[in-house]
Antibody, heavy 117, light 108 residues
Framework: QVQLQESGPGLVKPSQTLSLTCAVS??????????WTWIRQPPGKDLEWIGF???????YYNVSLKSRVTISVDTSKNQFSLNLTSVTAADTAVYFC?????????WGQGTLVTVSS | DIQMTQSPSSLSASVGDRVTITCQAS??????LNWYQQKPGKAPKLLIY???NLETGVPSRFSGSGSGTDFTLTISSLQPEDIATYYC???????????FGGGTKVEI
């Protein structure tokens, strides 16, 4: 069964770029009609969809973050990545990766990223 | 953009109570509505898809209903393990876009 695992720095300085990777195991990221997704959740707050990349490489982003977000895929490593530029304290959150095709399933366990100097 | 409004934002109930959570869409979304359960420190877990379909392995005390703009998640007999925050989620196909409701925290 497919499993997802986020990785990346837990601390990022303001104005810098947040970079995370989601490793996919138990299945190929290139197979199937899936959207590979990033979602975040600030501490004590609600879920926010960041964006996703289709297995073909097409990307779709939340309009509120679109100017700062890039999602890419590396099929050779079976992983996809998130870059969020010019971060501020408001970007402090648990970042989840997930697979989407009508529903989000499965999810990664999530990784906390704190933006602080 | 379609907005998803959940109510209540929190509720307190007793074990065995029937609990109802509503999710209202700002426009007709047919049955493109899913429900998730999130426990503290965990990723959300899919409960209901397509407004009313129970995900495999989810207890039958959970049910979903509705279509168009008004949707409901019902827990027929609240159990201690149901303490969590529940989210509705909608998706648009063209262009692809996903929206979560504001969440409902269920306490005992």
């Amino acid at each position: 069964q497919v499993q997802l695992q986020e990785s990346g720095p837990g601390l990022v300085k303001p104005s810098q770029t947040l970079s995370l990777t989601c490793a996919v195991s138990g299945g190929s990221i290139s197979s199937g009609d899936y959207y590979w997704t990033w979602i975040r959740q600030p501490p004590g707050k609600d879920l926010e969809w960041i964006g996703f990349i289709y297995y073909s490489g097409s990307t779709y982003y939340n309009v509120s973050l679109k100017s700062r977000v890039t999602i890419s895929v590396d099929t050779s490593k079976n992983q996809f990545s998130l870059n969020l530029t010019s971060v501020t304290a408001a970007d402090t959150a648990v970042y989840f990766c997930a697979r989407f095709r009508g529903v989000f399933d499965p999810w990664g366990q999530g990784t906390l990223v704190t933006v602080s100097s | 953009d379609i907005q998803m409004t959940q109510s209540p934002s929190s509720l307190s109930a007793s074990v065995g109570d029937r609990v109802t959570i509503t999710c209202q869409a700002s426009q007709d979304i047919s049955n493109y509505l899913n429900w998730y359960q999130q426990k503290p420190g965990k990723a959300p877990k899919l409960l209901i898809y397509g407004a009313s379909n129970l995900e495999t392995g989810v207890p039958s005390r959970f049910s979903g209903s509705g279509s168009g703009t008004d949707f409901t998640l019902t827990i027929s007999s609240l159990q201690p393990e149901d303490i969590a925050t529940y989210y509705c989620q909608h998706y648009d196909i063209l262009p692809p876009r996903l929206t979560f409701g504001g969440g409902t925290k269920v306490e005992i």
